[in-house]
């Protein structure tokens, strides 16, 4: 390949939509109130948008820098589809042409009758969901969708030379898993040299509709967590790459990879045909010594955080990356879709804190004026790189970036302020406060937001409606929940969360050292979207929290209730967190203060309190080397968050969405009385986890799988009970979803717990105990 790669680029790009359009337009066809061909039209004015918009930040219109990287739902299901990877219970969703509609896409995605869906997991070190393809010796991998292909031939028509995105084939069989029938000795990366062939047609293909480069994404290449021998990686790696550069018709190869360094994958890539190396410079270190003739792409604007950041030090890596490798080109470290769109569309926060703050637009500005650097020389953005120097000067120095109590408060801490009780004593204590029949159950927390709750919050936000308005209307939806939960039979009641916008951002906007955006939507799996908090300051509790609402909810019932409260790391994980102090005292701030609000909700009578972790396993780092760190810091922030109540106070804890068997032991070091976690999309996979691990405490793996509109049957949840009692002692069993209900709606919620009671009632009978 002799055409050149452009001097600056970004990975990928938000694609959701600067106003969610995306989201409404999915959701619209999901509910039959547009056709497939009006949601193609909107998708396709979606991407034609981001184009433009990417031209006018400054990348070329003609150079391959900007990424063609849409996707209706997810990237890894993208790539599913497009090689024919659908599971066998799918089959029917396959046309005679081995294609597959978007009717089908989204079935695959969101399951339908008692076809469940493909799983869900994180992605990487992010808060990121992405769907996990099914594969086996029988998966007939062939060509099956041109999607990709259409979206280039689209922008070429328009006058644009993009470069199509997809996930790379040593990543796609890596995150994949075996299909039910493969053989239990059976990987999916066994299938490589089966896959290779479909990637050589597609890139043939984008060739032919006006491609000049491709990129192929491998962070699986940088990840040590990965369940294969890493000897296996580097030779799938570098068979891969053989093969597809020697390809007699293709683009050329950029191999993109994020999230962390490629280590021993970098000369190994380096020794094949490919053109272009993507490094991560941001979590990632520079290559020492290291020289090659391919194009190394310095990933040295942060695409995982909002912060503006040290343009200087950044240009000054990609100086030191071009003095041995003269082929330098600068990128974001990932795809910007991790960040929101623009901070320019965020009129309500402060000027100082928007100075310091760089999202998706600002980022792409940002590889402008380093790739105006690399080709002009450092003098030509001089101007450039000493405002960002005085914005980061600036913040260092501004008032409650540091915050003398409360710094003084955690160097204060002592071994004994992270320990609870022995175990058996605190089991004692709660069975005789508490009272809880065998198989208690009771939900995550969240119930499903009504349109009313919403209107409501728009309406005191805009004034339309008074507080004291706004308080009667969320407690008339916590007694309908409390009702509700009453009728169905739960044991352990939840108020249901309806004052509570996000589980983070709740928090965020009644804690000191936060800040929270209008518009900053970053997408979470499919039409899910979050709004991360930023956490710019030191971080103190000024005043209770949820105390009233529970107070609240206990005068409704004599069911114990249950506090809920989001954990220190995922507060940190779902939020932008600062970057200028080690986790480790972050996250023990954001301790301190949950620990203060437990105090207020223990004082107040409520006997059981619920601490969510769900992204402990998320921020575990991708390298070995730094799991033990990361492990002691997390683990410490939520035993110091909530091991200052009395014996009789019942702490749960909750996690999804992960491969657990990891961090199993950290969860058991957790000290949690009470955990519960993801299971049913993944039919109880972590219990032998749980029984490996001698797991000692009360554990509630999910029986109800909440992110699908399926309504479980009986016998389904029947079957997980039974699982979980098969491998785990039955005093120890909790039954319960597998996360909240926010998303949910009431019909199928309430059909869902009445199943899950119903199966309940009929372990219970059978049950030993």
């Known amino acids: 390949m002799t055409v050149s790669f452009p001097t600056g680029t970004i990975l990928g790009y938000p694609r959701i939509g600067r106003r969610r359009e995306l989201k409404r337009a999915v959701e619209a066809f999901w509910a039959g109130k547009i056709s497939a061909e009006e949601l193609e039209q909107s998708a396709s004015e979606l991407r034609a948008a981001t184009r433009e918009r990417l031209v006018s930040l400054g990348l070329g219109r003609s150079d391959s820098s900007i990424p063609e990287a849409f996707s209706f739902y997810d990237q890894v299901l993208d790539a599913a589809v497009t090689v024919g990877a659908v599971p066998e219970r799918f089959a029917r969703l396959v046309k005679e042409d081995g294609s597959v509609d978007l009717a089908g896409y989204f079935t695959i995605a969101r399951g339908e009758g008692q076809d469940a869906p493909l799983e869900m997991t994180k992605w990487f070190d992010s808060n990121y969901h992405y769907l996990v393809p099914e594969i086996g010796p029988e998966t007939d991998f062939h060509l099956a969708s041109d999607r990709l292909v259409r979206e280039v031939a689209e922008a070429t028509v328009a006058g644009y030379r993009t470069r199509p995105v997809i996930v790379g084939p040593v990543t796609f069989l890596l995150l994949s898993k075996p299909s039910d029938g493969a053989p239990a000795d059976f990987q999916p990366i066994d299938r490589l040299d089966d896959l290779l062939p479909v990637y050589a047609e597609l890139l043939a293909a984008l060739t032919a509709a006006g491609a000049e480069w491709v990129q192929l994404d491998e962070p699986a290449l940088v990840s040590e967590s990965i369940d294969v021998p890493r000897e296996v990686v580097l030779e799938a790696t570098r068979r891969a790459y053989e093969a597809l550069g020697s390809s007699v018709v293709r683009p050329a190869i950029f191999v993109a990879s994020p999230y962390a360094s490629l280590d021993d994958a970098l000369p190994v890539l380096a020794s094949t045909p490919v053109e272009a190396i993507g490094l991560d410079l941001v979590k990632g270190s520079l290559p020492s010594g290291f020289t090659t003739d391919k194009v190394l792409v310095g990933g040295v604007i942060d695409g995982h955080n909002v912060w503006r950041g040290d343009l200087d030090n950044a240009f000054s890596a990609l100086e030191r990356l071009r003095s041995s490798n003269p082929n330098v080109a600068v990128s974001t470290s990932t795809s910007l879709f991790h960040v929101p769109h623009d901070v320019e569309d965020e009129p309500l926060l402060e000027g100082w804190l928007k100075s310091w703050l760089a999202f998706a637009d600002q980022k792409v500005a940002q590889v402008s004026i380093l ?399």
């Open 371 to 769: 790739a105006k650097g690399l080709t002009e020389g450092r003098n030509a953005i001089a101007d450039e790189l000493q405002a960002a120097t005085d914005a980061l000067e600036a913040r260092h120095a501004a008032a409650g970036v540091h915050d003398g109590a409360v710094r003084e408060r955690a160097a204060s801490l002592t071994p004994s302020d992270f320990s609870r009780g022995d175990y058996s004593a605190r089991l004692a204590a709660q069975e005789e406060a508490l009272h809880l029949p065998f198989l208690p159950t009771t939900t995550i927390g969240s119930f499903p937001q009504t349109g009313d709750i919403r209107k409501a919050r728009a309406a005191l936000v805009r004034g339309e409606l008074s507080h004291d308005d706004y308080v009667e209307a969320m407690r008339a939806e916590i007694r309908r929940v409390v009702d509700l939960q009453e009728e169905i039979g739960l044991d352990v009641i939840v108020h249901g969360e309806p004052e509570r916008n996000d589980m983070v951002q709740y928090f965020a906007e009644n804690l000191d050292g936060f800040a929270v955006t209008q518009n900053g939507w970053v997408q979470s799996y499919g039409s899910r979207c979050t709004r991360p908090s930023i956490l710019w300051g030191d971080v103190s509790r000024p005043a209770p929290i949820t105390v009233e609402w529970s107070t609240y909810t206990q005068s409704l019932t004599y069911k114990p209730v249950k506090g809920m409260l989001t954990g220190p790391v995922t507060i940190l994980a779902w939020s932008f967190v600062r970057d200028d102090q080690p986790l480790r005292e972050t996250a023990n701030q954001v301790a301190l203060a949950l620990r203060d609000e437990i105090a207020d909700l223990e004082a107040a009578g409520i006997g059981i309190i619920q601490v969510d972790e769900p992204a402990l396993r998320e921020l575990l780092p991708l390298k070995k080397k730094d799991h033990d760190d990361y492990l002691d810091w997390s683990v410490g922030s939520f035993r110091l968050a909530t091991a200052g109540v009395e014996d009789r106070t019942q702490i749960h804890t909750h996690l999804c969405y992960s491969e657990f068997g990891v961090v199993i032991d950290a969860i058991n070091r957790l000290d949690a009385d009470v955990t519960s976690i993801e299971a049913a999309r993944s039919k109880m996979e972590v219990v032998p986890d749980i029984k490996r691990s001698g797991f000692g405490r009360g554990i509630g793996p999910g029986v109800y799988d909440i992110h699908s509109p399926r309504v479980p049957s009986v016998e389904e949840v029947s079957e997980l009970i039974e699982i979980a009692l098969g491998s785990i002692p039955e005093r120890q069993v909790w039954v319960n979803p597998d996360c909240g209900l926010k998303t949910r709606g009431y019909d199928e919620t309430v059909q869902s717990l009445a199943n899950v009671l119903e199966a309940t009632r009929a372990a219970r009978a059978k049950a030993t105990v």
